[in-house]
């Protein structure tokens, strides 16, 4: 079965930058469409941004417009969130999910997930 695993996350201060990465193991990616999602502290986990298996990225959440941006490389089996202008409110767990199909903000859709990766935004 697939494999996914983040990472990336870290301590930054309001309006830096982190990368976030997502290695998918053991099948090629061309099929999948994968998604960011993130999960805040008493909040419902939330999707963030998604990218089709044709490499047509969707924005999940009006939040992150304009500052977070996610790329694929299949032949590196990866797919990468860029986070600019972070903010507090982009606190949370970020994690990966993977599905065969169309993007979707619904995460019950997609079928591997990986850990998740913590990221805090703070002064």
């Known amino acids: 079965q697939l494999q996914v695993a983040e990472s990336g996350g870290g301590l930054v201060q309001p309006g830096g930058s982190l990368r976030l990465s997502c290695a998918v193991s053991?099948?090629?990616?061309?099929?999948?469409?994968i998604a960011w999602f993130r999960q805040g502290p008493g909040k419902e986990r939330e999707g963030v941004s998604c990218i089709s298996s044709r490499g047509e990225p969707t924005t999940l959440a009006d939040a992150v417009k304009g500052r977070f941006t996610i790329s694929r490389d299949n032949a590196k089996r990866m797919v990468y969130l860029q986070m600019n202008s972070l903010k507090t409110e982009d606190t949370g767990r970020y994690y990966c999910?993977?599905?065969?199909?169309?993007?979707?903000?619904?995460?019950?859709?997609?079928?591997?997930w990986g850990q998740g990766t913590e990221v805090t935004v703070s002064s």
């Open positions: 999910g993977t599905r065969i199909g169309d993007c979707s903000g619904h995460n019950y859709l997609y079928d591997y």
């Open positions: 053991q099948f090629p990616l061309d099929f999948y469409a």
